[in-house]
Every structure is written in structure tokens, then in C-alpha cells.
């Protein structure tokens, strides 16, 4: 093992010809970190962290464990622990995120029903629990069980059925909401903002290996329990099982602090990470196969194989812990559930994916919508008033859903009620069939449709566009909140609605050769408008979130066997494929996008044949890469160094001359290890050199040098490294697969320039413009910019946005038109978008000085691409010159000339682009 | 933080002590069957019968009161579930839940109405140009002008001890008030996360 490590040293030393003497003597250097100071190895909020590094660092430890075994019975105890602590970790995980779950969901049952009533000899019982044992329920009505308390009954007001009642009853509805809905919004904004919003995007980004303090920690667990509790029974149209995940999280984190070997070292803590959100979504759905498969797929980055089978254990603990709690007194996990198996046909199929296209369509519609409304919230001032918005969106939403018994209703027993088949005790008008009921299985197959069913149907198609579009509104408020549930809900009332119309095409044309193999003897004929439900809302699920195997998956453990799994399957797939037809990346994506965290999408190609000289930093123009000299630099020169620039590591080469590389020191660490060095070490004063090397060099008689500071031990030595001719292919698969934070790219062995992840991050970025948003409104206007350009109705306010959209659109195009190199293309697109600017912000009356100027960085535009080419054409772009410059007074003329010159076709594509310019600016005019 | 969360467990030791036994029944036998139209006339109109028996008598002739005569004919009808819960942990949860929430809500109340004024009392030696800082910086440590009166000598150890535990108590307090200002700002100001 330790040839490993002195292997990669040799390699440094071959490489690296001014210290090849001695570098064996410190081989050891990560052994003793713990004697460094504190704080070195970790990372600062909001960065990202290095994989390679962490894992380096971890297999140290372990190695330094291993050797220390044979020295006793205490260190033979000590690595039987650290071989077991992931194991004791996800355990005790597993049973936080179970009793979180289980405290979470009785809180729920039993406050979702404060809106209504009370249960007044046992306040503690929501009114299911409450009427348990009434032996009067002549049907399960509220109405008949003396236990539970309406707020009418409350008051003294006994008629049930009059309209005082109701009204009162309305507006304790609307204030409990409110009050619910505000409280929650408060207790996130005093005690923990990182609590609202559902959780998964940011999870997803800091399994990626980014770093946000806090975002795990107890006050966000205690705060976003609450507040889930708090929001679902609001009626507010959100769900609590995605927060679930977050919510398994903070456990997680928490946990891993008692193991140092996960709570100090941030990859492996992410292992126990994925482990705590495959718990999430086990508790969430009651399905710990599909909890493992959502981390693997939707969440986790970095999944070595070892932790898939720690998942599941996992999920399966926290599974057994909610179930064994018993949370909604049906000995199920979740509040709905299927537990029939009606067979379905063959020609139903084409039904499942008529329901899957529309619950594509209707997941690409939300996304849209949502991710539009967030960026309006985000830019404008409605993002300053997030109580207010809170509370305005729960009186809307209490004020229409109250009226409509399917909206009045827990999401979550509103999918119940759906996916369920009608039995004898149904009394809801969903289940109005005129039955013959003299068969003795008579509730098993379908029958015609009653007068309730059709008002059920209109109530439900109500229901589906109030929930459908409150639900834009709502995911994104300043309260946590999921969004799984509103979405299943949505899609089981557009499912059941679907089934509904199958079910009485089928009965009302049961003769015909089409169904008959549907219907038996009997004339019985069997649809089942519940499952239709539920493939509805798998459907919707898998519209909005595009996950495709976890979703089927955590279905059929919903279902409960593999009767139903090609109905779904089929489903989900054309949800899918519809979905990605009209936009590729699902709603966490995007809002990952929207909030421009540094999140590389694993799934996404690129396809461009860049190099890594083209991406690298320092760019052509840029002042020269930072470095630091392994041996010659004093304390005062780094520290002038680390005051001054802002990079996050720099460097260290052998010398500035040769720039030969030797490792990469961390800003971070150095900075630790100077302040440390300055404070405990003698001697160390501000000329003291640093040095870099295994050894320095014996102290010079008589002069007074003041004592070296030696830094080897923060130095990574095997920093990741590229040649400049690499492709960007390569590059992006490196960044994925490896995890890097920062690559080094040399040219002839030495040191050039240094790519990170935000490098290739914007790279990738500045390829798809149309998608991309790190912080503004661009989607917005580039969709909008040809309409308006064409229109030639400008406004000043909006002319600026318009050339930013616009210097994003030219400027990959070009890129990929020409082949330019990096640098250059940068540039032209800066001068475009100067050009652009003035252009449009004085549209119609341009003073000389502008113009002089217009020209100017049009001049600057064309010239160094002339440069590139031959100096033939630089006469033509002088003389092209010369016309704009003129252009502007006497532009009657250009066109004419442009057009000519355009048609001569002999330009090169530069020209090309400037005319087409030239163009552009006169239709502004 | 530290007297909410001795408050916090009494609150738990509450819960539990006073959960003696549970007034409502955990199980039940639920029968649902086809109103009893369908075999004689002698209507009743209930579709529900709900009785308290053992797992093993969850049967139709066990629960359904009255039977009606043709009862071999009315059974085969009906769909009779065991179903069990578990009242206690209810009641355990929905107070510790109701402890919480209270305790949030009267801590909250503390720090939006009583706090600023607290804060505001030893800033009233200063200038008024505080008043700014104020809300964008976490206030100032008031550890610096807390022992402003030197008690008497016997005291004065026991007197340290407990204060030291206070200034750190109330240094944790300024410090997660610190990074929750710096999250509301990330989130509410800068919109930089979390929209």
C-alpha cells in the first residue's frame, strides 16, 4: 500500500528536478493531520469540495488504522469500530428519519382536521380516529358522530344542513388556514430560512459536492417538521413527502457527527447523505426498493456500489420504524395504497397512454409556468413580501377549495378516495352507479353511471383546474413544501375522470366485438376507474420530476404487485417521451438552474470540440495564472498574494521562469497554516520563506535568516493534471466521473492555466443559451427578443435586457459557425453586445461621440478576425469602416450597399456578420 | 436555548406521566356490508357495523346486530376488516407536538417583540447612529459591558461560574443568530437560494 503512495511521490520528484533528492523523508504527510491546525481540510460555505481529495484523505486514515491494529487489543477495538460505524450510522439514521416520519404524519392526520372541528373529549384525535368506535355511523359522516365536534356544533348552531352553519364553518375554515399558513411562514423566516421549499434540488446539488452550512442542521429539522405539519394542514396544495427527504437529511448530517470518519470528511458524509434521502423516500411512499432507486437515479452523484446496499438497509429501518408506529391506523405507510387486483385488458392500454401524453403535457406545463413565476418572484418585488404572498395564496386557496368537497379534502385522502374502488360503504357521489345489487359480487365489476357520478366528474374537473393551477402558485413559497402530492392528486382526479369515461364507454357499448372479452357472462363488466388513478398520477408524477425506474418502481410498492406494473410502465414512458419533447430537464433541474447552483448535470451530453486551452483561466488577455514558488516566496509575499486575489487555490511550481508544476495548496489551508504558523511558531516573521520542499536548505552562516516555514504537509501533491490540446469532452466526463473541483493544465510540462468546475460549469452554460438563466430573466427574453425585433417598437427600458439576450444568442452561434477560439469569440461578443447597446439606448438620435465610438468597437470587432485571415479583406473592413461610420447620418444608403456588398459573395463569414449587423442596426432605426 | 430545552423535556416527562391508560380503544372489528334491502325488508339503512372483538370473532355473524334472518345470504356480502392503533402514541405525539409548537410560538413572540428591546437597552449609553447597524450586523457582544458591578468576594466565584455559563449560552444565541440573519439575507434579500 505505502508503495502506492511513494510511487506517486517518485513521480512528483521525476517530475520535478529541483527537489529529487529527498522527498521520501515525507511520505507521511496526510498521516498526521490531526497534528495540523484545525479547520484544515474542510471547506467554506458555498464551495465546492474535492472528491479525489476527501477519498485520498479517507484511504490514509483507514491505512494508518490498519496498521496501528497489530498494536493491541484497544486499536483492534478501535478498527472493529470504524469497520462497523457506516452500518450503526445509517441504522440510527434510518430510525430518526422513521420517528421523524411517523411524528410528522400523525401531526398532519390530527391538524389537518383543526380546519373543521375538534374531537372534544380527546383533543388529541383527528375525526377519523375520533368517530372509531361510533356504532351509530349509519354512513362514516361526520354528521353522525356525537364525539367530533364542527365548529357549528361548537358554537350551538344544530341544524348541520343550514346555512349558518356552513358559513360559520367557511370562516373558521379560511382563519385556521390562515393562521396555519402564517404561523408556518414565520417560524421559517425567525428560525430557519433553509427550511422552506421543498428540499430536493439543493439536496441534489450538495450531493454533487457542494457546500451549504447549515442547510442540514437541527433548527431546519425541528423547523421544517413543524412547518410541514403546519402548511399541509393549511390546505395550502403541498405535500410533505418530498421534504421527507430533506428532513431524512438533517438526520443524517446530524448523525454523522458522532462518526468523525463521516462528520470530518465531506465525501464520505455524502454516503451517509444517500443513504438518509433513500430513507426519505421509503417513509415518504412506504417503498425502501424505491427509495434506493430515487437516491441512485434523481439524487445521489457519487454512488460507489458499497452504498447502495447501506441504502437499503437504511430505508428498510426507517420503513420498519414508521410502519411498526402505525401512523395512519390502516397498517400501511401511506395514507393511500391499493389493495385490489381487478384485472385490467389489453385495449385499456391505449387509455394508460392517453392519461401518460396528458400527464406529460400537463408536467411540462407546471414546470414552465412555475419556473416563470418563481423567476417573476425572484426579480421583482414580490420576493420582498414573502409572508404577505404566503398568506394572500392561503386565502385564495382556502376561499375555492372549501366550497368543492375534492378540494376541501387532505391531498392525500383525496388520492385515496380516488385510487379506491367503490365498495358498499362508499356513500360519496363518486360511487353513485345504479347497481342491480342482487349480485352477490356486486360491487367487483362496473355499471352505469347515476346522476352523482356526473356531478362527481364536473366537481372533479373543477377541482383539477383549481388544483392544477394553484399548485404553480404554490411550490416556491416561503414555507417547506413538497411537491409530490399535489402533483399525484392532480393526476389521479385527471385519471379518475379518463377512467370514468372508459368504465361507461365500456358498459354502454358492452355488445360490441371491441370489449368483449372485458365483460363476462354476467354482463359484468370490469373497469377499474381507481387504478386509472393511480396510473394518472404516476403519469403527472413523472411528467414534472422526469424520473422514469424509481417512480415505477415506488409505484408497485404502492400497488403491491405486478399486476399493475406495464399500465404504469406505459404510462410513465409516454409521459416521458412527451415530456422531453417539449423540454428536456425536469423541475428540479430547472429550478437548480434558476437558483444558478454549480450543479454538473451527470446525464447531460456535451458534444463540442473545444479544447481545454479554450476554457482554461488565464484567457489570452488575462494577467498571468497566480502561482506560488515552491522555495523562494516569503510569508509577506503570500500573504500580499491572499489579500489581494480571491482565487480559491493556487498553484505551487518550482520556479516562476521554469513553471514547473509541483502541487496546489488550498487558499484555505494556507491561510489556517500561516495565521497558526504566526501565532505558535517562534521565529516566523514576515520575510521568513516559505518553503514548499521536503527539505530547506541548512541555515547560511552569518546572515540572520529568520526561520523558514515549512508547508509541505497542506500541499496536495498529486493534483489532477491536463495538457492544453485535451478535449472539453474529456474534460466535462473527468469533472463528472472523478469528481474534480479544479484541474491544472500544462503545456510541454509546464504549468499553463487552471480549469474548475465553475470554468466548465459556464462553458456548458454558454452552449445552450436558450436554457441557461445563472441569474437573469433570459429565457424570457429570448424567447421573446425575434418577436420584438421584428415589431421595430423599442422602449428604452427594455432595449438593454434585449442586447444582453441578444450578445447570449450571437455569441455561441458564432462560436460554433466559425470555429473560433475561446478567447476571441469572447471578445467579439462583448463588442457586440457594446455595439448593441448604445445603438438601442439611443435609438433614433445618435450624437457623434456615439457614434465614433459605435464604430470604433465595431472596428475592434472585425479587425482581429481580419487579423486571423488575409490581409486582403483588412482593406474591405476599413472601407467597411468608413461606410458605418458614415451610415448613421446617411442611412438611406447603407442598405443598398450592404445588400450589394452581401450579394457580391465572396465575403468571409466575418464580413458576413457585420453587414448582417449593419442590417440590424438600420431596421432598429 | 438551554432553559427551553430542560422546559422542552419536562414537557415530555409530562406527557408520559400523565399518560396513564388510553380512554379509547385500540381495535376494532369494522364490517361493511350492502344495506339489508337486498334480503328482507326490515331496513335499517346502516352500511357500517363497528364492534369491539377479538381478531378471530371479525366475522360477520359476530358483528352485525341485528342479524337479519337470512343471514347466510346477507354475509357473503359483507366485508369485514380487523383494524388496530395505537391511542397512546397518539396522545404522546399530538402533545409533544402541541409543547413544540407553543414553545416556538412564545420563543418567536420573544424574539421579535421582547429581544429588540432587551438589545436596545445597553445601546441607549451610545450614539443613535447604532440604530442602523443594528439590524443588518448582529448587535454587538454585550459580554464587554455586562460585569459592570463587581459583586462582593464570597459571591464572586459562584457568581462567575454562573455567568460564564450565561455568556456562553448567550454567545451560542448571538452566533445562531448570526448565521440565521446571514440565511434570511441569502433568501429574502439576495434571492440567491432556495426561490
Not at chain 1, 484523505?57 to 497489530?70: E, F, T, Y
Not at chain 1, 399535489?486 to 385519471?495: N, R
Not at chain 1, 509541505?712 to 466526463?733: F, G, K, S, Y
Request: charged fraction near 15%; aromatic fraction near 10%.
Amino acid at each position: 500500500m505505502m508503495d502506492d503512495e511513494e510511487g506517486i511521490i517518485s513521480f512528483q520528484a521525476f517530475n520535478n528536478p529541483a527537489s529529487n533528492k529527498k522527498t521520501y523523508g515525507s511520505t507521511n504527510l496526510m498521516d498526521t493531520l490531526e497534528d495540523l491546525p484545525p479547520g484544515i481540510g474542510q471547506y467554506d460555505d458555498f464551495h465546492t469540495i474535492d472528491w479525489l481529495r476527501d477519498i485520498a484523505r479517507d484511504r490514509m486514515r483507514h491505512r494508518n488504522i490498519i496498521k496501528k491494529k497489530s498494536e493491541g487489543i484497544w486499536e483492534k477495538i478501535k478498527s472493529a469500530h470504524d469497520a462497523w460505524s457506516g452500518w450503526v450510522c445509517v441504522l440510527l439514521v434510518g430510525i430518526a428519519a422513521g420517528l421523524s416520519a411517523g411524528f410528522i404524519d400523525i401531526g398532519t392526520t390530527w391538524m389537518s382536521d383543526l380546519k373543521e372541528g375538534i374531537c372534544l373529549d380527546a383533543f388529541w384525535l383527528n375525526r377519523e380516529q375520533c368517530c372509531w368506535l361510533a356504532n351509530d355511523t349509519t354512513f362514516d359522516e361526520a354528521a353522525n358522530c356525537s364525539q367530533w365536534y364542527t365548529y357549528s356544533k361548537l358554537f350551538g348552531i344544530t341544524n348541520s344542513q343550514g346555512a349558518g352553519s356552513y358559513i360559520v364553518e367557511y370562516i373558521l375554515y379560511i382563519i385556521v388556514a390562515l393562521f396555519m399558513a402564517g404561523f408556518a411562514a414565520m417560524l421559517v423566516r425567525v428560525f430557519a430560512p433553509y427550511a422552506c421549499g421543498s428540499g430536493i434540488p439543493e439536496i441534489k446539488t450538495i450531493l454533487s459536492g457542494f457546500i451549504i452550512r447549515g442547510y442540514l442542521g437541527k433548527w431546519t429539522l425541528m423547523i421544517k417538521s413543524v412547518g410541514m405539519m403546519l402548511g399541509v394542514s393549511a390546505g395550502l396544495s403541498l405535500g410533505k413527502e418530498g421534504p421527507f427527504v430533506h428532513v431524512a437529511c438533517c438526520c443524517g448530517n446530524i448523525f454523522s457527527y458522532l462518526f468523525p470518519k463521516y462528520g470530518k470528511n465531506e465525501a464520505k458524509k455524502r454516503e451517509i447523505l444517500s443513504a438518509a434521502a433513500a430513507a426519505g423516500v421509503s417513509v415518504a411512499f412506504g417503498a425502501p426498493v424505491g427509495g434506493v432507486l430515487f437516491s441512485l437515479e434523481e439524487l445521489s452523484y457519487y454512488f460507489p456500489l458499497k452504498t447502495m446496499w447501506r441504502s437499503f438497509f437504511c430505508a428498510l429501518a426507517a420503513a420498519f420504524v414508521l410502519r411498526s408506529m402505525n401512523p395512519f391506523g390502516n397498517d400501511h405507510l401511506v395514507m393511500f395504497y391499493i389493495d385490489y387486483n381487478e384485472p385490467w385488458y389489453l385495449q385499456e392500454l391505449a387509455a394508460f397512454i392517453l392519461i401518460g401524453a396528458l400527464g406529460g403535457l400537463y408536467g411540462t406545463f407546471f414546470k414552465k409556468l412555475n419556473i416563470m413565476w418563481c423567476r417573476y418572484r425572484k426579480t421583482s418585488n414580490l420576493g420582498k413580501y414573502p409572508i404577505v404572498e404566503v398568506l394572500v395564496i392561503t386565502f385564495i386557496t382556502a376561499l375555492l377549495s372549501f366550497p368543492n368537497q375534492y378540494t376541501r379534502m387532505n391531498s392525500s385522502e383525496l388520492i385515496r378516495l380516488l385510487v379506491n374502488r367503490c365498495g358498499p360503504e362508499d356513500y360519496r357521489e363518486l360511487c353513485d352507479y345504479n347497481r342491480s345489487i342482487t349480485n352477490v359480487n356486486v360491487y367487483g365489476g362496473s355499471a352505469v353511471a347515476g346522476d352523482g357520478v356526473i356531478r362527481a366528474v364536473w366537481q372533479l374537473v373543477l377541482a383539477f383546474l383549481f388544483k392544477g393551477i394553484i399548485t404553480v402558485f404554490t411550490f416556491g413559497l416561503k414555507v417547506p413544501c413538497g411537491l409530490f402530492i399535489p402533483s399525484m392528486a392532480v393526476g389521479a382526479i385527471m385519471g379518475r375522470i379518463v377512467g370514468i369515461g372508459v368504465e361507461q364507454l365500456v358498459v354502454a357499448y358492452r355488445d360490441s366485438w371491441f370489449f368483449s372479452n372485458m365483460c363476462t357472462a354476467q354482463e359484468m363488466c370490469t373497469v377499474t376507474p381507481g387504478l386509472y388513478a393511480m396510473v394518472g398520477a404516476a403519469a403527472v408524477l413523472g411528467g414534472v420530476t422526469r424520473m422514469t425506474v424509481s417512480l415505477v418502481v415506488v409505484m408497485f410498492e404502492l400497488t403491491g404487485g405486478l399486476l399493475y406494473i406495464v399500465p404504469m410502465m406505459a404510462a410513465v414512458m409516454t409521459s416521458k417521451w412527451v415530456g422531453d419533447a417539449l423540454g428536456r430537464e425536469g423541475i428540479y433541474d430547472a429550478h437548480i438552474r434558476l437558483n444558478g447552483y454549480p450543479y454538473l448535470d451527470s446525464k447531460e451530453e456535451f458534444t463540442h470540440t473545444t479544447m481545454a486551452a479554450d476554457v482554461m483561466r488565464p484567457r489570452r488577455n488575462d494577467p498571468p495564472l497566480c502561482v506560488i514558488t515552491q522555495d523562494s516566496m516569503t510569508v509577506e509575499e503570500i500573504e500580499c498574494i491572499l489579500r489581494e486575489t480571491e482565487h480559491n487555490g493556487f498553484p505551487v511550481v518550482v520556479s516562476r521562469e521554469s513553471q514547473y508544476l509541483v502541487g496546489f495548496v488550498l487558499r484555505r489551508d494556507l491561510n489556517i497554516a500561516i495565521t497558526n504558523a504566526r501565532k505558535i511558531q517562534d521565529g516566523i516573521v514576515s520575510n521568513s520563506l516559505v518553503y514548499f520542499t521536503s527539505h530547506t536548505p541548512p541555515p547560511s552562516q552569518g546572515v540572520m535568516a529568520p526561520a523558514p516555514l515549512k508547508l509541505r504537509r497542506i500541499l496536495d501533491m498529486a493534483p489532477i493534471t491536463i495538457t492544453d490540446q485535451t478535449p472539453m469532452e474529456t474534460v466535462v466526463e473527468m469533472f463528472r466521473k472523478l469528481g474534480l473541483r479544479q484541474t491544472l493544465v500544462t503545456h510541454n510540462g509546464r504549468l499553463l492555466g487552471i480549469i474548475t468546475k465553475k470554468d466548465v460549469l459556464r462553458h456548458i452554460a454558454h452552449f445552450i443559451p436558450f436554457f441557461y438563466n445563472c441569474n437573469e430573466d433570459h429565457i424570457f427574453l429570448a424567447t421573446l427578443s425575434p418577436p420584438l425585433y421584428l415589431l421595430n417598437s423599442l422602449p428604452n427600458s427594455l432595449s438593454f435586457s434585449l442586447s444582453q439576450t441578444l450578445f447570449r444568442t450571437v455569441s455561441p452561434k458564432l462560436s460554433s459557425e466559425l470555429s473560433l477560439p475561446n478567447s476571441l469569440q469572447n471578445c467579439l461578443s462583448q463588442t457586440l453586445f457594446r455595439t448593441v447597446s448604445p445603438k438601442l439606448s439611443s435609438e433614433l438620435s445618435l450624437p457623434n461621440s456615439l457614434q465614433n465610438c459605435l464604430s470604433q468597437t465595431l472596428f475592434r470587432t472585425v479587425s482581429p478576425k481580419l487579423s486571423l485571415r488575409s490581409s486582403q479583406t483588412l482593406s474591405l473592413s476599413l472601407s467597411l469602416w468608413n461606410s458605418l461610420s458614415n451610415s448613421l447620418s446617411l442611412s438611406q444608403t447603407l442598405p443598398p450597399l450592404s445588400l450589394s456588398l452581401w450579394n457580391s459573395g465572396t465575403l468571409p463569414l466575418s464580413l458576413e456578420l457585420s453587414l448582417s449587423l449593419l442590417i440590424y442596426a438600420k431596421i432598429c432605426l | 436555548m438551554g432553559n427551553l430545552k430542560y422546559l422542552f423535556y419536562f414537557c415530555l416527562v409530562a406527557v408520559v406521566l400523565t399518560v396513564v391508560t388510553a380512554q379509547y380503544e385500540d381495535y376494532r372489528c369494522k364490517c361493511v356490508c350492502p344495506s339489508q334491502t337486498v334480503v328482507n325488508a326490515s331496513e335499517t339503512g346502516r352500511k357500517v357495523y363497528i364492534r369491539k372483538v377479538n381478531p378471530n370473532q371479525c366475522k360477520c355473524e359476530d358483528v352485525v346486530r341485528p342479524l337479519p334472518e337470512k343471514a347466510t345470504e346477507f354475509c357473503p356480502r359483507c366485508e369485514c376488516k380487523y383494524q388496530s392503533r395505537n391511542t397512546t402514541l397518539i396522545k404522546i405525539m399530538v402533545t409533544i407536538i402541541i409543547c413544540i409548537v407553543s414553545l416556538l410560538f412564545v420563543y418567536m413572540v420573544f424574539l421579535l417583540c421582547l429581544d429588540p428591546l432587551l438589545v436596545k437597552k445597553p445601546g441607549r449609553y451610545t450614539e443613535q447612529t447604532n440604530e442602523e447597524d443594528e439590524q443588518s450586523l448582529p448587535p454587538p457582544a454585550p459580554g464587554t459591558s455586562a460585569p459592570s458591578t463587581p459583586p462582593a468576594p464570597s459571591l464572586r466565584a459562584h457568581l462567575g461560574r454562573q455567568r460564564s455559563i450565561l455568556n456562553r449560552v448567550s454567545d451560542e444565541q448571538k452566533k445562531w443568530k448570526g448565521t440565521v440573519q446571514e440565511q434570511r439575507r441569502n433568501i429574502y434579500d439576495r434571492h440567491s437560494m432556495l426561490n
